[in-house]
């Protein structure tokens, strides 16, 4: 079974005159234990991409299976803990929690998920290990340098030991040296558990670190890095 | 929860002055609180302590004692009435005195009221001396207020323009009136004092102001009332002890005028918490979103809210107690203040609420936050 399908999904924000169309049938299958890279412009349409297969979008037609559940047809509700329990984000930039530590970033995802707090700060003393964070674990993200950071918030996405993770610009707010550093250890942690995941990037570079590349442009996905994707 | 507790914990000078606003606003309605239930509690203590259930006026009297008189003879027939336990006559004079004895110089403001010991209208009891008896001629029981005014029992006073004095034989609690400490004696003494401090109702004779009832347990006092008002023929009022004390000149219109300004002060306070989360909610838009992106419910976060709320509620109540008792303390003997548990409980409700309602006021924000936005960013 496929971590993810997409079949058809097109999404058009507005109506009538002013009506955008910023999906065209999108349509593409990630493997279980698959790293794909989405690569795109800006206003290309992968962040929508992205939205509508985290479940936090619902897409205009088309239907997103994650799993083995169809996430287009579920309820606001039923979205949100989903996205809690089957879902890790990495977002763009600032993006912790600022008054908790590295450590409290990741365990209270407990309360947030709904998971048992014994295993998740288990899972999270493992992750800040392995994240080679162990020693700045009580530092606020304001203590931290934005590699750690990126990495704490790696650390989240993976706590609560979700099926698929997605990845938005990991390395807008990282020199380039850090940015590789950051997506390796995000394909290295991504491969050592099995998980599936996205990335949504503009940059080539990082197409290295995963195992497969969609380009997307003006909407229409095309399988491959292709001309004026970047 | 954990979330919300941890960003107080962190965020402490942010919610340091929410907090010190509620200080003050809860010192301030328990201040107000406290002078009304003082002015409140002294004007009103001689009808509150009487034992009384009913008070039978004149029927012109509009309720007020001075402008109340009837004949000392009606009592036989109100204690005629079905349902009437015992009743008891009681008449007014405020005026200014002396003591003589160890006490202090210098002229003290006074209320004698006259009243039948044994029977409804008088303390029953004193709380250090004893009460007049019965017919005693020239004794009083002194409400307390005196006793911090430096008069002790066996001292006498007198009324200004008077030439009978009293002996103190005991003290009383909350029984002033009109704010004035009040002498308990008997009718007869009172009669004989009036007598000489107003010669232009000497031609009244066996008057009285008016009659304090006590109803058999069990009977309707409004009935009671109605027979008592038959019984007289028309030529009295008879109204509920609840009644004549809101009947007491400025009672009622000081009662609303300080609850007014106590509710006008929760709204503020409302309106400031509301505030203060709107706009930390505001601030953080874009922390909830990725909250909300990340699995966090609506209900989730408001309820985040609520909780720091009710947090900064209870941390401001305490606070605001012991600055209130912190005043009492060194406020003079004279402001007339009554700190009550029951209005700081009150206080402690209505606070909690306000918080609540205020950072209800969040949550339609807190839903309507995208947590899409939280992708793409920049």
Redesign the interface.
Known sequence: MPALHAQDVSKTYGSGHTAVEALKHATFTLDDGEFLALLGPSGSGK?TL??IV?A??EPSTGEVVVGDRDVTRLSQ?ER??????T?G?V???F?L????TAR?NLT??S???RVDRATIDARADVLLEELGLAERRNN?PEELSGGERQRVAIG??LV?DPALILV??PT?SLDTALGTQVVQLLAQEIKRRGKSGIMVTHDTRMVEYTDRTLSILDGVLTEGVTAGSH | ???AL??I???RGRFAAIVAALVLIVFLVLVLNALADGLYYGATGAVRSGGADLYTFSADARRQFPRSSLPESDAAKIAAVPGVASVGAVGTLQGTGQCSGRCPSGVLDLAVIGYQPGQPGGPAHAVSGRMPREGEPGVAAADVTLKRKGVRIGDRVTVSGTSTPMQIVGFTSDSQYELQPTLWTTIETWRTVQGQARPELRGEQGMVQAFAVKVKAGTSKTETATAIDAALGGTSETISKGTAVLALPGVKAQKSTFNQIVYVTFIVAGIVIALFFALLTLEKRT?LA????????SR?LATGIVVQSVIVCAIGLALGIIASRLLALVLPASVPVTFRGASAVTVVIATLITGTLGAAFSFRRVTRID??S?????
Do not use: W
């Not at chain 1, 929690?97 to 908790?100: A, H, K, R, S, T």
């Not at chain 2, 990725?290 to 419910?297: D, E, F, H, T, V």
């Open positions: 962040t992205l939205t985290g936090l979008l509700k949100t803990a989903f996205r809690a329990r879902i984000f977002f763009q930039s993006n929690v600022p008054f908790l409290e209270i995802m309360s947030i998920a606020l989240r996405a609560t938005d610009e807008a | 929860m954990k979330l941890a960003e914990r962190r965020s922390q990725i909250l909300k992106a990340i699995g966090a419910s989730y947590p899409t939280a992708l793409g960013g920049a």
